[in-house]
């Protein structure tokens, strides 16, 4: 089974605190992302990543950055925390498939609630 | 306009109803399509992959149709272990991201 876990599920941070989130995956996957997703807005993305050391930008990148130094890791970082980032965030990871291919199904993981005070 | 448009719902159903959930999503661009089921609180996790011909896994179809870039799903016989949000998602190869909808919650009652 895959297995992609996130380093916290309840997150409390003050604003202008550095936050990091972290996740790992254990499938050898390449694809990573980072999404928050509120109520009445869906999930969005915010960051994903197709290969170590590689990044691209998703919907909504303001206010945050990424890091993929190892495949296995994935993690999301909130330079100066401000209240309108408190959200659920959730990390999936995904096999590089090819077009149409059910490969590409994400799995995700537990998902880290962050509250921005 | 969202790219990926879901019913807005709720759905509240008795157990054994028929229920059909639509989705459009705006991007000729998508190749890969998807219905995906979150539980409360829970993580989303793949329902069923959707295929142009259509496809079926149990009491579920999935539904495609590429020219007016529409996809459906339809749940009979509902279970109240059925009651979830299902959110569906483009997939934009040439772009590797997805796009999720917003999500219809489904409540099937005793």
């Known amino acids: 089974d895959v297995k992609v876990t996130q380093s916290s599920r309840y997150l409390v941070k003050r604003t202008g605190e550095k936050v990091f989130l972290e996740c790992v995956q254990d499938m050898d996957h390449e694809n990573m992302f980072w999404y928050r997703q509120d109520p009445g807005l869906g999930l969005r993305l915010i960051y994903f990543s197709y290969d170590v050391k590689m990044k691209e930008k998703g919907d909504i990148p303001e206010g945050y950055s990424v890091s993929r130094e190892k495949k296995e890791r994935f993690s999301l970082i909130l330079e100066s925390a401000s209240t309108n980032q408190t959200s659920m965030y959730l990390c999936a990871s995904r096999v590089l498939g090819l077009a149409g291919s059910s490969y590409n199904e994400q799995f995700f993981g537990p998902g880290t609630r962050l509250t921005v005070l | ?7 807005p719902g709720p759905f509240n159903v008795p157990e054994g109803a028929t229920v059909a959930f639509n ?7 998508s190749q890969s399509f998807f219905w995906y089921r979150q539980d409360c609180r829970k993580e989303p996790k793949l329902l ?7 496809n079926e896994d149990g009491r579920f ?9 529409y996809i459906s799903l339809l749940i009979r016989d509902s279970k109240l272990s059925d009651s979830a949000t299902y959110l569906c998602v483009v997939f934009n190869t040439n772009a590797g991201k997805s796009t999720f909808g917003d999500g219809t919650t489904l409540t099937v009652k005793p």
Do not use: P
Not at chain 2, 23 to 29: E, G, I, P, R, V
Not at chain 2, 61 to 69: D, E, P, V
């Open chain 2, 1 to 7: 306009r969202k790219e990926v448009e879901q019913d």
């Open chain 2, 23 to 29: 989705c459009t999503y705006s991007n000729s661009a």
């Open chain 2, 48 to 54: 069923m992959s959707v295929y142009s011909s259509g």
């Open chain 2, 61 to 69: 179809t999935a539904q495609l149709n590429r020219a007016s870039q």
